[in-house]
């Protein structure tokens, strides 16, 4: 199984790589955009000193925090199912209900998504820079707790990104939920108690991105965090794999739901 594995993951890299000039291009692009973006946060920064408490070294660990864990969790799951919909709707998720391996595994592993190596590299370098300037003091527990709730930030990522594409089997059509999702997941820029309680209860439940970064972040830097109050970091640490249990449990429910684009 492993061998199989590792085997769709190289040869996708391969055809990836195969014009390595645009795949260069495009990264750079990314680099750019994601780098622009935060630019525009410095300069509002820049002006205004603070933003809900958090000065500039502190936001640009919660970007950097939110970009990282977004990259590794959508790397395994975006690409596959954003398109995922496409392949049910033909009717070509057929062919992989037939191979002798988990569909989803094909799916995850067969489209691994190296393009995200940008985002990783703007993270990595924003994100090291950022903990040298901002006011926290490392000790081995700190340290184990930032990098456990990056993992499960990055698998929150990609449940959600599961759960969406695997509702394609339920709902025929599913991409416009990726429309709602990326609307919460901009919000997570910046921190939530800028905005309304509403907004703050539903982005910690319903829609749980405040998981991804602002409170993992909000309790490394000793920060109260809205909603969870002492709860945030034991919540923050079992968050991923909560919804990568709840994920579990709807591909499971929509595939025994599926009947296949011809109805």
């Known amino acids: 199984m492993l061998k199989t594995l590792f085997l769709l993951v190289k040869m ?14 495009d990264r750079v692009a990314q680099f750019i955009a994601y780098g622009s973006a935060y630019g525009a946060i410095w300069v509002l920064l820049y002006k205004f000193d603070t933003l809900g408490g958090w ?48 569909p989803w595994a094909y799916l995850t592993f067969s489209g691994l998504n190296i393009g995200y190596a940008g985002h990783i590299v703007l993270a990595v370098g924003l994100m090291i820079w950022a903990l040298f300037q901002v006011d926290a003091i490392w000790t081995f527990s700190s340290g184990i707790y930032f990098f456990t709730t990056l993992i499960s930030a990055s698998l929150l990522v990609g449940a959600i990104t599961t759960m ?10 599913s991409n416009y939920l ?47 965090v809205v909603v969870l109050g002492s709860a945030a970091p034991f919540l923050s640490l079992i968050a991923g794999p909560i919804v990568v249990a709840l994920a579990m449990l709807h591909w499971r429910f929509c595939l025994n739901r599926y009947q296949s684009g011809g109805g």
């Open 12 to 25: 996708f890299i391969k055809s990836q790589m195969e014009y390595r000039g645009a795949f260069i291009v």
């Open 55 to 102: 000065n500039w070294p502190e936001l640009a660990l919660l970007l950097s925090f939110q970009l990282l864990a977004y990259s590794l969790g959508a790397a395994f799951s975006f690409n596959q199912f954003k398109n995922f919909e496409e392949l049910v709707r033909l009717g070509t998720f057929d062919t992989l209900l037939v191979k002798p391996i988990s």
């Open 178 to 224: 990726f429309s709602i999702y990326f609307g919460f997941w901009e919000l997570t820029r910046y921190p939530l108690n800028i905005y309304p309680a509403g907004l703050q209860w539903i982005m910690m439940t319903i829609v749980p991105l405040g998981f991804i970064n602002y409170v993992p972040v909000s309790v490394f830097l000793g920060k109260d």
């Open 164 to 173: 969406i594409g695997a509702s394609a089997m339920v709902l025929v059509r």
